[in-house]
Every structure is written in structure tokens, then in C-alpha cells.
Nanobody, 128 residues
Framework: QVQLVESGGGLVQAGGSLRVSCAAS????????MGWFRQAPGKEREFVAA????????YYADSVKGRFTISGDNAKNTVYLQMNSLKPEDTAVYYC?????????????????????WGQGTQVTVSS
């Protein structure tokens, strides 16, 4: 089992920045990749970014490319999502997720069903 705890959400004005964190505990050695997803009210959960623990490959949704940066600290078992130039449409609950499978195709990183463990989420609200 892997436990994930997100933190760092909050209220920020449009154009501002925020960093959310995800701390993993438990059988973290079984994790190959970490992902961030978000879900706005009335919408489906969508992929935001992902990173592999080995090699540090990153993947981004087109909507956040160039504005968000995902990074990981192996020593702390923590993944970060730095969000810059935030827009009101970025408002959502942000969830981190852990995958214990080594994905063979990059498209798997963007699919929520491929992840095994999820955090409880942290609210990010961007005001206009």
C-alpha cells in the first residue's frame, strides 16, 4: 500500500502562482510514476502532469504546458506541482496518484484508471 497526502492548495488571484505537494509513504519503492489530476465541479477528472521516478520523464496536458512544472524528490518521496500564470479555469480539486506499473506507452500516464493509489485531494481556487 502507498499512502498519498496532498498539501499546498489555496486561493490565488489569476496570474499568480501556487505549489502543491504530494507526500508518499508506505511501500513507495513499488511506485514507478506519480501523476497529478484535477477535477472541477461538474466535470470529469482530467490529467494534469506525470513524472517517472526513474529517469524523471515528465508529461503534461496541453492546457498546462509551459505554465505548470512537475518535479520529484526521491529522498523525501514527495512530488511537487508548481503552477504559474494561473487562470480561473485551473480551479479544481487537485489529486496526486501513484502507479506501481511500468507503463509501456506514454498515453498510459494520462489515464486515471492506470494509477493504483490516490490522495484525498487539495482545493485550488483561482479568482479572476
Amino acid at each position: 500500500q502507498v499512502q498519498l497526502v496532498e498539501s499546498g492548495g489555496g486561493l490565488v488571484q489569476a496570474g499568480g502562482s501556487l505549489r502543491v505537494s504530494c507526500a508518499a509513504s508506505g511501500r513507495t519503492f513499488s511506485s514507478y510514476a506519480m501523476g497529478w489530476f484535477r477535477q472541477a465541479p461538474g466535470k470529469e477528472r482530467e490529467f494534469v502532469a506525470a513524472i517517472t521516478w526513474r529517469g524523471g520523464r515528465t508529461y503534461y496536458a496541453d492546457s498546462v504546458k509551459g505554465r505548470f512544472t512537475i518535479s520529484g524528490d526521491n529522498a523525501k518521496n514527495t512530488v511537487y506541482l508548481q503552477m504559474n500564470s494561473l487562470k480561473p479555469e485551473d480551479t479544481a480539486v487537485y489529486y496526486c496518484a501513484s502507479a506501481r506499473t511500468l507503463f509501456t506507452a506514454s498515453s498510459y500516464y494520462t489515464t486515471s484508471g492506470m494509477y493504483d493509489y490516490w490522495g484525498q485531494g487539495t482545493q485550488v481556487t483561482v479568482s479572476s
